[in-house]
């Protein structure tokens, strides 16, 4: 039975450690706080999201900081929920997307602001 165990947890590490050593790298292009958040939705936890959100938009309910954000800011083109999903943040996806408004929002689009970042095999 404890070969089991061992030859189990063995390939588990295994094959976190080749996940990991395989997951794209992203940098901000410039220190612009849009470019720094599209970072943090890549690799941080909800948390340390909000945080960054609160700092930025303070106002009296955090819901509207986070609609703010999520409505108002994009990452290289893509919405901000959106860009956490495809860099594999699920989780910092899922919040953010509950702050979406998909219909019914009239907004300037020339305002939306645009963080850029740069992807790198690593």
């Known amino acids: 039975?404890?070969?089991i165990k061992t030859a189990l947890a063995t390939s588990l590490i295994t094959l976190?450690?080749?996940s990991i050593a395989h997951s794209p790298k992203y940098e901000a292009s410039d220190n612009s706080y849009e470019s720094?958040?599209?970072v943090a939705v890549t690799q941080d936890s909800k948390g340390k999201i909000r945080n960054m959100i609160k700092q930025a938009h303070p106002s009296r309910f955090m819901s509207e900081d986070y609609s703010t954000a999520v409505n108002?800011?994009?990452c290289n083109g893509i919405n901000i929920a959106d860009f956490a999903r495809e860099a594999g943040n699920e989780k910092v996806a899922n919040r953010l997307d509950k702050?979406?408004?998909r219909?019914?929002?009239i907004y300037d689009i020339a305002r939306t602001k645009n963080g850029k970042i740069i992807r790198s095999e690593g």
């Open 99 to 101: 702050y979406r408004v």
């Open 72 to 74: 108002g800011i994009t």
């Open 103 to 105: 219909y019914g929002k």
């Open 16 to 18: 976190s450690a080749a």
């Open 36 to 38: 720094r958040l599209c």
């Open 1 to 3: 039975m404890n070969i």
